[in-house]
């Protein structure tokens, strides 16, 4: 009788069971085999060179655009943001098809990195200067004025002023004085035509003159004004005019410079900090020189009061604006007298005033 395996069932053969001291790493071994796998493919060269030679093409648009347009700083980020966004929005539809036909994205990563960068950084460039210069509690501003175009007023904020076809002139009165030491933003349109006056070229004949310590120890009688005003400008252009030789900075007490203006079309500025500036694209500077008779107390001790420049004008913001001084015989656009005239009809002459570029 045929011995039977014990534990076995009857008419059932045993399974053939390695055996020897490496029986359980063989086993492993075949139930792990390597499946063999396919790699994707990746996007091509066609599809990563169409996308940057689209990029380059739109990007050859949007500089056009710019230059055609004539646009400042403000209209430079907005249409800079919406092209980025678009170049994004392009490459993510890129790679989900991509991705849907089973192939990898390739040499579009570094692209969408680069894109990706730059459309986090004019967020955040845009939002920056939106919330800065929205925020006029926080930059010392208590009076906006409004130049635009349509807006024709006398007297309406706060100011001896008058304005008419985008032009705002103000007087030497008291009352405009103190009403720019509360801070006035002026809020235009086109840097180009938009322009607020500060017509103080008569500051003597209102308000007489007055003694000022100078550096070397002497006194000295001046017919200037003292004090710290604060303006703010956007996409418009603020003159200040000034007798001639009146000394003055831009900045606080504290902290100032001295410059013929601050700010400009390709330019924001920031507590009298130039800020994002997109300068190259200004064919000549605006800057003046401060040289000649007028600006001696710029070099002489005996023409320079002891505690700084009498004149200090804080610029908590300028966006696409820009702040500068003139003195009175340098000075050839609007003054304010003429145009009250032709404002209140005491003048029949047309309004031939010019528009300082």
């Not at 990029?55 to 092209?83: E, K």
């Not at 006035?184 to 007055?210: C, L, M, R």
Request: one cysteine or more.
């Amino acid at each position: 009788m045929t011995g039977a395996v014990p534990g076995a069932v009857p008419g059932v053969m045993p399974s053939t069971v390695p055996n020897g001291p490496f029986a359980h790493d063989r086993m492993n071994a075949t139930a792990y085999a390597p499946t063999e796998s396919k790699r994707r493919k990746p996007a091509g060269p066609i599809v990563v060179l169409s996308i940057l030679g689209l990029t380059f093409l739109s990007f050859a648009g949007l500089m056009g655009l710019i230059w055609v347009n004539d646009m400042g700083i403000i209209g430079i980020m907005r249409l800079s943001t919406i092209w980025i966004a678009a170049v994004c929005i392009v490459m993510g539809l890129v790679v989900i098809i991509l991705g849907f036909k089973g192939r990898r994205t390739g040499g579009l990563i570094p692209l969408g990195l680069v894109a990706g960068g730059c459309a986090l950084c004019m967020t955040i460039v845009s939002g920056t200067s939106g919330v800065y210069y929205r925020d006029f509690g926080a930059s010392g501003i208590n009076t906006v004025v409004s130049l635009s175009q349509s807006v024709s007023a006398r007297n309406s904020d706060g100011m001896n002023d008058v304005q008419k076809d985008g032009i705002f002139v103000a007087d030497a009165s008291d009352a405009t004085f103190e009403t720019l030491q509360q801070g006035v933003a002026f809020s235009g349109e086109n840097y180009n035509t938009d322009q607020a006056i500060i017509d103080w070229s008569d500051w003597g004949k209102i308000h007489g003159p007055h003694t000022v310590k100078m550096l070397d120890g002497k006194t000295s009688i001046s017919n200037c004004p003292v004090g710290t005003i604060t303006i703010a400008a956007t996409q418009a252009q603020v003159h200040i005019v000034l007798p001639d030789s009146c000394t003055y900075a831009f900045g606080t007490a504290d902290s100032y410079s001295t410059s013929s203006g601050v700010g400009g079309k390709y330019e924001m500025v920031y507590n009298n900090y130039m800020g994002l500036s997109f300068g190259f694209f200004e064919a000549e500077s605006a800057t003046n020189p401060m040289n000649g008779p007028d600006y001696e107390w710029l070099d002489k001790g005996s023409a320079m009061p002891d505690n700084g420049p009498e004149l200090k004008i804080n610029i908590p913001y300028a966006v696409e604006a820009r702040v500068n001084v003139v003195y009175a015989s340098g000075w050839k656009g609007s003054t304010f007298q003429p145009l009250a005239d032709i404002y209140d009809g005491n003048s029949t002459s047309k309004n031939t005033t010019e528009q300082s570029e």
